[in-house]
């Protein structure tokens, strides 16, 4: 077991390092380092400065490894277009993409496991027809156009629910921001939160409708059938966990996808999160924030990615056995 | 044994190629599923009226001489008020007739989806080979970098090299090299299955006795992948380009709408929508509705097409 | 005579196909008295599964019971309903399925899987539950059960996961156990013990078992009683010694003939010619008369007679008589 857990760790690893290279090579050698670190405003002794931090005239490896130690301190330069220190930006921005990250998340699993317990307990009855034949839909629209349609059904046509920005926010703890705290806050949030986790939501359900139902057919549940449980019994303590054993790995590894999808999420209602502001830094080339961006992104999905996996570990027992002894008794 | 002079009747003659394919057990389960009939035709139509653009459409959107930006914001149907000319759509905010734009949006967007995925298969394809055939140190970086690479959606990686490549071209150019730089970060992104793919396939061609003749008679490691493994490697390259297709025609939309694609110069569908969204509430509906619903359309269409023909050629399903 | 356990009277069991209406169990009928093992041997595809599964009421949609009765200690219940069912099986009856490995959850302990089978059918709370339980371990073989009780299925060896399987069918104390091909499998070594297992159990407790297998050495070492079966009929019933060593049904000779059995020295074993028709494909009269070398115009015209119908032995117009005529069949 061990064994496995530090295979998994260095894995992550080099995918962090292969990341950061990206980033680095962007920062170095599109546009100008200097500008990139030191902005417009700058003395003649900060670039000297400059030079030796990032010691610019080092073989390349060495500026990989300096690059790679000033942003493990926080230190990713200066936006482009703000001019100020990106690490400020970024954490500015990360509550309203986390919360809403968060909500639509929840939103996706309660609903999709609900919905596919239902549909596949409930396989042959109209409601549960009716339901996968939404779930089509769901799937095959583009996110975007599902946010479009959202707001000019909920904003311009009804005008219950607005169509951009986050409502009022308070301030939580010197650094957070949060929108659940208000009205307006919490209105704000609806839609957005639909539109992200509409997509997840789908997949999630019929995953756990494929799956609950293939459980279904296994011999153990023919066997507690046998011995005369009640159907609550099977499908809820039998068929329930084994159900969302393999459902839990690939949910997991799809909340890296909600973190990238809030780029358009964020962009068709404007939210203010980092996601939004990578697609700024895109359109102004503003290299700063997009190699902060993708170096934040990254470390986020290595982590959940290996939390998740060593999650799956721990609940299936049947990998806890050592590998080498006992292999499939 | 027949006697000398004897005839014999002549066999009737098998079933020509267009009667058989008709008959097949593939074209018999499209024929029973009304949903992909139906997609299949709304792909069928929409593909059509792209291609024959510049026959079918009224105006050309994009020729600055025929524009009037009098005509600008023409409700559908109705005669505009200064220039009395009527369009059935509508016209955006530039005097520009929305159905035409939709029908040259098109293009754009299929043109698009078409190249990026012949890319990835290309690029794909090649490094699956190389991987497979050549194994060692290739195969371990080809893998590793794939490995790295599926770690990040899809549409994350192509918005990574659209933003760089945007990078490194000067200004002036960035408008008419947006969509091959599109091109290139879509397909690049999607490189992945395709090599994963072939290079399992080739894996297991690579132990075959034909291989092993090819080597032993002296050839060449490129021929031997290009003229004997490749032929027999391509059956779930063709698979996966389908369903890639409809999923890189979604993804340039995507990337038109957040304003790292087509530009509004040329704009494809997606374009078309985010410009739509800024007139949403003062009105002008009709400059948003139309491109979305025919977004609409040819999604759909596309993803339940590509659901039945991925049930269709599924052999553990029969 | 006291009421038997089971008792199976004409049963019919079909399935409805594109092809047209199947019978895969086709008028059968046999008792099992408490305390009797009953044998019920075949071929794969003769319909001894699909018995089992009927009397359980397990069949899988669209095979239903369509004829025919299904009596439990004199009390019909071929059509009493879903929950009155589930509320039986477990309680009244049992049953045991071919693949230990995968009729275990696992992902619950085997304690678990066994305190809850208990706490649903036996008025008892969870303490006592978990006694019965270590005890039910006990009592089927298992070493250590007191420890062994919370590890998971996998952690079992393959014998002793059915033995945890027997465990788990009788631990709600039921009066009857189907067994389907218990010992399939399992070790040649292995299988030996699990069925003097289940004889054991089954004598101590007075349970009427069903032994479903096309396994003759099985059936030899453990039936009191055999029912040979071919093509979803009763070919032959009897007790074990007769119709093993004077089979009166051509079929059941033909088996024992070409099946090696100790103790009858060195000889040829011989081949029934043809193989057992597919139920879609049944051929007029009686089903076996194709490959009967005994068979006469009544075979051929005649449907397949049923054993009540001959005197309730054989399924035959022209069963074999005397051990003269095994001598004919070439042993």
Partial sequence: MLAYVIRRVAQSVLVLFVVGLVAFSMFRFVGDPVDNMLGQERTQADIERLRETLGLDQPFPVQYWRFLEQAAQGNFGLSYRQGRPVAEILMERLPATLELAFVSGLLALVGGIALGIFTAIRRRGLAANAIMTLSLVGVSLPTFLIGILLIYLFSVELGWLPSFGRGEVTGLGGWWTTGFLTQSGLKALILPAITLGLYQMTLIMRLVRTEMLEVLRTDYIRFARARGLRDRAINFHHALKNTLVPVITITGLQLGSIIAFAIITETVFQWP???????????????????????????????INLIVDLLYFAIDPRLRVDRTAGRGT | MTEAGSATPPAPRPPGRLRRAWHSDFLWSFRRAPVAMVSFLVVAVLVLAALLAPLVAPHDPFDPATLNLMNGFTPPGEPNAFTGESFWLGTDDQGRDVFSTILYGMRISLFVGFSAVLLAMVLGVLLGLLAGYLGGWTETIIMRVADVQLTFPAILVAMLIFGIAKGITPPEYRDQMAIWVLILAIGLSDWVQFARVVRGATLVEKNKEYVQAARLVGRSPFAIMTR??????????????????????????????????????????????????????????????????????????????????????NPRLR | ????????????????????????????????????????????????????????????????????????????????????????????????????????????????????????????????????????????????????????????????????????????????????????????????????????????????????????????????????????????????????????????????????????????????????????????????HPRCDRAEARCRQDPTPRVEDCGGRAACWFPLSAPADRQEAGA
């Fill in chain 1, 273 to 303: 999160g980092v996601g939004l502001l990578f697609i700024n830094a895109i359109q102004f080339v503003d290299i700063p924030v997009m190699a902060a961006y993708l170096m934040l992104i990254s470390v986020m999905f290595v982590g």
């Fill in chain 3, 1 to 288: 005579m006291t009421t038997p356990v089971l008792s199976v009277r004409d049963l019919v069991v079909e399935i409805p196909t594109r092809k047209g209406l199947l019978r895969p169990v086709d008028r059968v009928s046999f008792d099992i008295a408490a305390g009797e093992i009953l044998g019920v041997v075949g071929e794969s595809g003769a319909g001894k599964s699909m018995t089992g599964n009927a009397v359980i009421g397990l069949l899988d949609p669209p095979a239903r019971i369509a004829q025919g009765e299904v009596l439990l200690s004199g009390q019909p219940i071929q059509n009493i309903g879903r929950e009155a069912l589930r509320r039986l099986r477990g309680k009244r009856m049992g049953m045991i399925f071919q693949d230990p490995l995968t009729s275990l959850n696992p992902l619950l302990t085997v304690g678990e899987q066994l305190t809850e089978t208990i706490l649903e059918h036996l008025p008892v709370g969870n303490a006592e539950a978990r006694r019965r339980a270590i005890a039910a371990l006990e009592e089927v073989g298992i070493p250590a059960a007191a420890a062994r009780i919370d590890s998971y299925p996998h952690e079992f060896s393959g014998g002793m996961r059915q033995r945890v399987v027997i465990a788990l069918a009788l631990c709600a104390e039921p009066e009857l156990v189907i067994a389907d091909e218990p010992t399939t499998a399992l070790d040649v070594s292995v299988q030996a013990q699990i069925v003097a297992l289940l004889k054991r159990l089954c004598r101590e407790r007075g349970v009427a078992v069903m032994l479903v297998t096309h396994d003759m050495g099985v059936i030899a070492e453990a039936a009191d009683r055999v029912a040979v079966m071919y093509a979803g009929r009763l070919a032959e019933i009897g007790p074990v010694r007769e119709v093993l060593t004077a089979a009166r049904h051509p079929y059941t000779a033909g088996l024992m003939a070409s099946t090696p059995l100790a103790g009858h020295g060195r000889r040829r074993l011989r081949q029934i010619p043809g193989a057992m028709p597919r139920l879609g494909a049944l051929p007029q009269g009686c089903a076996f």
């Fill in chain 2, 228 to 313: 004997h493994i490749l032929p027999n490697v391509l059956n779930p390259v063709l698979v996966i380009a389908t369903i890639s297709l409809a999923l890189a025609i979604i993804a340039e939309a995507t990337l038109s709408f957040l304003g790292v694609g087509a530009p509004p110069t040329k704009p494809s569908l997606g374009t078309l929508i985010r410009i739509g969204q800024e007139f949403m509430f003062s009105g002008e509906w009709w400059i948003l509705f139309f491109p979305a619903l025919t977004l609409l359309a040819l999604a759909l269409s596309i993803n339940l097409l590509g659901d039945w023909l991925r049930d269709a050629l």
